[in-house]
């Protein structure tokens, strides 16, 4: 049988069943899938370099035979470095590895031909690249390549693919011989865009993405599949939008009252900035349209209250307010401060929470349903079950860079399921450029608090490593002895969860016996069951604690005034903007508050170190959000796999922006156009949406 895309991998030549599962892992499973995998970057001839030639500091592509290698380890025997000396006909190349030595040892064999990147350093005697990336190349490959000067793809691979010899070598071997079939691919953007764009189609965007003659040929190829990928994000977008663009919504007209009480009681007046934010809602608030905002502020700039005051409106217009957190800790800090704001007011509060009786919970239940509470609190897996309100009109979604987009669409349908269209805030401290935003929150109108209440001195940032230690200890004691409380942090990660949680429950016994065992120490982690995580934190805020030892779960919202220390550790391990959550849980009082980044190993310090200065430069939010981009990228950075954005294989958010304004446009436009994509030459768009975002019903809501 002749195979077609869709024609399993394992029947490919040359894969078979134990490849097909090394394949399957990245999620190749059908012909159409190889080809859609696509190469991380090309190596260009027009770029390479002889080694001769090469200088210090220099971003360098040089291809060449390895002629030696070995591993040294290092006086404890674990880790150690790997050599390896490269040569062409000019010379000698050190290429060195500090991690993953082990690994590299099996990776090559000498006289193999190797194409290899990075920056080039001097050690002593040679020019060397530290941590190079290598791709191995057939040497008919690489006589090609250096004969005709044509571009070679490296396709990105896993250790799993590399066991089965599928690195970059062998994705070509498998790839080149199918190229034709990609003219089998359905178009799927309409004519009317590829025109309007230059386009490319896209069998042949496919085809010179795997073999690129020119380097203009990959641009193209490129942007035509780049594009694509922004459109469809920025179509979902659209698509949002407008079904939410009902004129059912509610106008909250009822003039309020309660809110001038409760501005008199607050000990502090609000900043311009939140009141600028406040009438940005309202206004939203009054017209019988949806609303769908977005309030971006730093940690710390008081989004809390203006989420209260907005509640407040809704309330005193008859509505319930549901009011999402993003942790059980977080949803419970939120229960008591809006009822010591709002319980002299009459308005009636409910928190769900893990571990309420069966019966305790029923009766919260039913006083929803009846409309005996006004605000109901809780995590947004609490929202997910059986929560029925008598007349949602209004949901306040706290922290939004932890939930996704999805779960937005899913609270407000709960409502729409009742007949009311509600408004929708959303709250977040991760500021993120503007083209961030457009891509990810597309659908939303956005406010900004850009201003923090006045008073917060700054707080005192500093990296440190073992040495200092001991005086470290000492800071925290007088701290304690001076009345404040101590927030020590430990990175727990999902891969290594068991050790991260062992290291963390270590350093409390340690702390708690031999530091400090005067003090009154704390645990918190996010294996505790909800009773247990409650009781620690109301012992912090009634200052029975003196320090918290806590793994991330603390990280957002939290808010202890009386805290003046965050120490973390292995701060290395953190991402900027996580750090500079963690950060923002001190300087909540009058006291001069700090932070203390602790860094692990030496060998790690060189690296890191530059990369945590930032966090002792600024306090900014924004500065700090853009060097973690530049670092780490949008994916991990804004962790769209959990977000529930497609995932963009080509496109970057950053540096492809302008692409994704002409993408929104041509996606917006349509959407104004052919709400429903029922025009037949829509018809490929139109499917391949529905394919992408399994969402049938919002374009069905369309009206
Ligand atoms: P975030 O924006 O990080 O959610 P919160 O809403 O938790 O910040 O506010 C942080 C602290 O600042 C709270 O203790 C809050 O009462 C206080 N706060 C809010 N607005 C102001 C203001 N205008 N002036 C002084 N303090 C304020
Ligand atoms: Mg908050």
């Known amino acids: 049988m002749k195979p077609s895309l869709s024609t399993e991998i394992k029947y490919l030549k040359g894969v078979g069943p134990k490849r097909a599962e090394a394949l399957n892992s990245v999620g190749i499973h059908t012909f159409a899938d190889l080809l859609d995998y696509f190469p991380r970057k090309y190596i260009d001839r027009a770029n390479m370099m002889k080694i001769e030639d090469i200088k210090v500091g220099d971003q360098v592509t040089i291809i060449g035979q390895v002629e030696d290698f070995n591993l040294k380890s290092n006086r404890k025997g674990f880790g150690g470095r790997f050599e390896l000396m490269l040569t062409d006909d000019t010379g000698r190349l050190q290429l060195v590895w500090f991690q993953g030595a082990q690994w590299v040892k099996n990776a090559f064999e000498v006289g193999e031909t190797i194409a290899v990147y990075g920056k080039v350093d001097q050690f002593g005697y040679f020019k060397q690249i530290a941590h190079p990336e290598v791709d191995r190349l057939d040497s008919e490959e690489s006589d090609n390549f250096i004969h005709t000067g044509a571009l070679i793809p ?8 590399r066991r089965m010899s599928l690195e970059s070598r062998g994705f070509r071997k498998l790839i080149y011989p199918i190229l034709d079939m990609t003219s089998e691919f359905q178009e799927t953007l309409s004519p009317e865009i590829i025109l309007a764009h230059q386009l490319l189609p896209l069998s042949a965007a496919l085809r010179q993405i795997h073999q690129p003659i020119t380097q203009q040929n990959r641009l ?8 694509e990928e922004l459109f469809y994000l920025q179509l979902m977008m659209a698509i949002r939008k407008k079904s939410i663009q009902s004129p059912k919504g509610i106008p909250f007209t009822e003039r309020v009252t309660k809110t001038k009480t409760l501005l008199a009681k607050l000990p502090f007046e609000l900043t311009a900035a939140q009141k600028k934010v406040i009438r940005e809602i309202y206004n939203d608030m009054l017209l019988p349209r949806p609303m769908n905002r977005l309030v971006q502020g730093d940690v710390g700039s008081g989004k809390t209250i203006v989420a ?40 009636r509060i409910a928190l769900i929470k893990g571990g309420q009786k069966k019966s305790e919970r029923e009766s919260i239940l039913e006083d929803i349903r009846t409309h005996q509470v006004d605000i109901v ?38 409502a729409v399921a009742k007949g009311f269209h509600p408004d929708v805030l959303v709250m977040t401290a991760t500021p993120i ?103 620690i934190m109301a012992k912090l805020k009634k200052h029975e604690l003196d320090i918290l030892v806590s793994t991330t779960v603390i990280e957002v919202g939290i808010n202890i005034p009386n805290a003046s220390v965050m120490l973390i550790e292995h701060a290395e391990r953190f991402g900027l903007s996580q750090l500079h959550q963690l950060r923002g849980r001190v ?12 860094v692990g190993k030496k060998f790690l310090m060189e690296h890191t170190e530059i990369r945590l200065n930032v966090m002792e430069e600024t306090t900014d939010g924004f500065q700090i959000a853009e060097e973690d981009l530049k670092l780490r990228g949008p994916g991990e950075f804004l962790g769209t796999k959990q977000s529930g954005l497609p995932e963009l294989k080509l496109a970057n958010i950053i540096w492809d922006k302008d692409l994704m304004a002409l993408a929104r446009t041509s996606a917006f436009d349509l959407i104004e156009k052919d709400p429903q994509l029922r025009a037949p030459q829509n018809s490929m768009i139109k499917e391949k949406f529905e394919r992408l975002f399994r969402e049938k019903i919002f374009l069905g809501d369309v009206s």
Request: glycine share 6%.
């Open 154 to 161: 490296l396709y990105p691979s896993t250790e799993f693919l």
């Open 220 to 227: 193209k190829a490129e942007e035509r599949i780049k594009f």
């Open 308 to 347: 209260v005051i907005a509640i407040l409106l809704a309330v005193e217009n008859g509505y319930q307010t549901a009011f999402m957190a993003p942790t059980e800790i977080l949803a419970e800090q939120h229960y008591f401060v809006l009822q010591e704001l709002l319980w002299e007011l009459g308005v």
């Open 377 to 414: 609190i809780g995590t947004h897996a609490i929202f997910q079950e059986r929560v029925e309100f008598e007349k949602l009109g209004f949901v306040v979604i706290d922290e939004q860079h932890r939930f996704g987009v999805m779960q937005r669409a899913e609270i407000r349908q709960k």
């Open 433 to 535: 450029p503007r083209t961030l935003a457009m891509a990810i929150y597309g659908d939303l109108d956005i406010s900004i608090i850009g201003e923090m209440p006045v008073g917060r001195k700054p707080i005192k940032t500093a990296v440190r490593n073992e040495g200092a230690r001991e005086k470290i200890y000492a800071f925290l004691r007088e701290q304690v002895t001076a009345g404040r409380q101590i927030y020590i942090v430990y990175p727990l990660i999902e891969e290594s969860e068991k050790i991260d949680l062992k290291a963390a429950k270590e350093a409390f016994e340690e702390l708690q016996t031999k530091i400090y065992p005067d003090l009154r120490i704390g645990l918190l982690h996010g294996k505790m069951k909800s009773a247990e995580k409650q009781d």
């Open 587 to 598: 300087g909540r009082g009058s006291d001069q508050s700090y932070c203390i980044l602790m």
